[in-house]
């Protein structure tokens, strides 16, 4: 368990000179308690659809499921779903489908048909502690939004 370390600062004669070495150090601590990281999914999988196809129902999934594209080349596909304001307002009570969260989906092209990797990661910033429930509420959102990928194409 992290200990939140609590920096006293004695007075100087002049609150301009802050001590430098003091804000950093609050710095990299509240860096360093960005304790909970993201929740992730990973998955991998081969489809019959040839490479340009895959990509267009990968395409149309992202938009299907109301996510923005925020990144994109010929073999990746980054994007974005949900809202950071709606879970941190709704909390536990907010439909699955909101989760703010990203999407990581890499192509490749064989001959037979063409792979998928995808990678979901949890965005719903900084947060102290890990709970058990939002780990629970995004593991069950990733799997089923994994599980409506791979059906979208073919597998």
């Given at each position: 368990?992290?200990?939140?370390?609590?920096?006293f600062?004695t007075?100087?004669?002049?609150?301009?000179?802050?001590?430098?070495?003091?804000?950093?150090?609050?710095?990299?601590?509240?860096?360093?308690?960005?304790?909970?990281?993201?929740?992730?999914?990973?998955?991998?999988?081969?489809?019959?659809?040839?490479?340009?196809e895959?990509?267009?129902?990968?395409?149309?999934?992202?938009?299907?499921?109301?996510?923005?594209?925020?990144?994109?080349s010929?073999?990746?596909?980054?994007?974005?779903f949900?809202?950071?304001?709606?879970?941190?307002?709704?909390?536990?009570?907010?439909?699955?489908?909101?989760?703010?969260?990203?999407?990581?989906?890499?192509?490749?092209?064989?001959?037979?048909?063409?792979?998928?990797?995808?990678?979901?990661?949890?965005?719903?910033?900084?947060?102290?502690?890990?709970?058990?429930?939002?780990?629970?509420?995004?593991?069950?959102?990733?799997?089923?939004?994994?599980?409506?990928?791979?059906?979208?194409?073919?597998?």
């Amino acid at each position: 368990m992290p200990v939140l370390k609590i920096f006293f600062v004695t007075r100087s004669s002049s609150l301009d000179k802050f001590p430098t070495e003091v804000c950093e150090a609050w710095h990299r601590e509240w860096y360093r308690l960005r304790l909970v990281g993201a929740y992730q999914a990973k998955d991998e999988w081969q489809t019959e659809l040839p490479l340009s196809e895959a990509r267009s129902v990968c395409l149309e999934f992202i938009r299907d499921h109301h996510g923005q594209v925020h990144e994109e080349s010929e073999l990746t596909l980054k994007a974005k779903f949900g809202s950071r304001s709606h879970f941190r307002m709704w909390g536990f009570l907010a439909d699955d489908s909101i989760l703010p969260m990203t999407l990581e989906l890499t192509l490749g092209d064989e001959a037979d048909g063409a792979t998928v990797a995808s990678m979901f990661e949890s965005d719903e910033g900084w947060y102290l502690v890990r709970t058990k429930a939002a780990e629970q509420k995004f593991s069950r959102e990733f799997k089923t939004k994994t599980a409506e990928l791979r059906s979208a194409l073919g597998r």
